[in-house]
């Protein structure tokens, strides 16, 4: 045998060993902890240090720069298509100079997410900008799962996640109470709006589709929302206008998006949101669960929550008030190289905390696809 087919012998020898081995690092499952932390009741007393709080500064508007559906993966990152989405977050923070990114859900997708979890995280952690990732319906379907993540991103200088209540469903129901002058002024709750559920239909046929916020989660906002207004105000008074004001943001749509906009859509499902309503618009169906579990009630009942952010359906950007509550989906963050989503405008969406009134004001910023 030659030296030249030794040789080459040898060389693919040594590649298959090469791809053997990054294969089964993919491949091997990575699991977090189990632990009993922070268990919920709902005589719990409610204790602002058991938040995350950000102090407004002050004289100076709070900036809140929401990205979504970045989905990243090791195979993206490893060939580069995942450099137009990293460009894109470089230029929305650079210009917008936010005080808090919010990431609502989807920051990876896909079975093999590993490198592409820390890659992600040590990028979005380098602006040294507190920032805030919840879970959407993709980030638990790798080999990395949610506990995994969640601990990553607990070790991260500037993130501000917390796995939240352990016997509560979902990874990452947690607060955010951001004060000015020792008052909280706006309250974050988010929560995880999970993947799929099973529903019944009534004739013992089970069907799988996307995931609702749950009951327990709910009965954890209400106390929540009460607990910190009481703390605040002595007691709980919607009507008396003791309420300590607030924003939820999660991953899937509530039932309420579709029922608001269902007016103004064609007969796809499709459409603009009237101007006298909001902006942007519905260019894909509404992913919404098919339970309405309650939660979109219960903000109405407390008078606390005004608006809702969520994300997961790439190509929708509507925001519409709804019965007294702004319901918006972030703009997807970065070109995604699935093919549905190629005419798709990306970039991010800027809540905008006034110093004067603290009244919110929001708007999609664009940085690509036909609403640039």
């Known amino acids: 045998m030659s030296k030249t087919i030794k040789g080459l012998i040898i060389g693919i020898s040594i590649f298959l060993v090469i791809v053997l081995i990054i294969v089964s690092i993919l491949m091997f499952p990575l699991k977090g902890k189990t632990y009993d932390y922070d268990y919920w009741y709902r005589d719990k007393p409610y204790d602002i240090n058991d938040t995350v709080v950000l102090e407004k500064e002050e004289n100076k508007d709070f900036k809140i720069l929401v990205i979504t559906d970045l989905q990243f993966n090791d195979a993206l990152d490893l060939c580069g298509r995942a450099d137009n989405v ?9 210009e917008q100079k936010p005080d808090l990114i919010v990431i609502t859900g989807d920051l990876v997708w896909a079975k093999f997410t590993k490198f592409s979890v820390i890659k992600a995280i040590n990028k979005i952690d380098s602006y040294g900008i507190p920032w805030a990732p919840i879970n959407g319906n993709h980030d638990g379907e790798g080999k990395a799962d949610l506990k995994w993540q969640g601990e990553q991103f607990m070790k991260a200088e500037h993130c501000l996640y917390q796995p939240g209540p352990s016997n509560l469903t979902g990874e990452g129901n947690y607060i955010i109470n951001v004060t000015e002058n020792g008052k909280v002024i706006q309250s974050l709750i988010l929560m995880d709006s999970g993947n799929h559920d099973t529903y019944g239909d009534g ?3 089970e069907t799988s589709a996307y995931a609702y916020i749950h009951y327990d989660q709910i009965e954890w906002y209400k106390w929540a929302i009460r607990s910190v207004s009481a703390q605040q105000y002595g007691s709980f008074d919607p009507a008396g206008g003791k309420v300590v004001e607030s924003m939820a943001f999660f991953h899937i749509a509530l039932p309420e998006m579709k029922e608001a906009l269902l007016p103004y859509l064609d007969e796809n499902g499709l459409g603009e949101v009237p101007e006298h309503l909001g902006f942007g618009a519905i260019r894909e169906g509404i992913a919404c669960p098919p339970l309405n579990s309650g939660l979109f009630d219960a903000m109405k009942e407390l008078g606390s929550t005004k ?9 929708n950007d509507a925001s519409v008030v709804y019965e007294g509550i702004r319901m918006t989906y972030g703009v997807k963050t970065g070109p995604s190289p699935k093919p549905w989503n190629d005419a798709v405008a990306y970039g991010g969406t800027r809540i905008t905390l006034k110093d004067a009134d603290h009244s919110v004001r929001v708007e999609h910023i664009y940085k690509g696809g036909p609403e640039k």
């Open 307 to 315: 608006n809702i952010f969520f994300g997961h359906d790439h190509a």
């Open 86 to 94: 990293y460009e894109t977050i470089d230029a929305l923070i650079t």
């Open 203 to 205: 004739s013992g046929e």
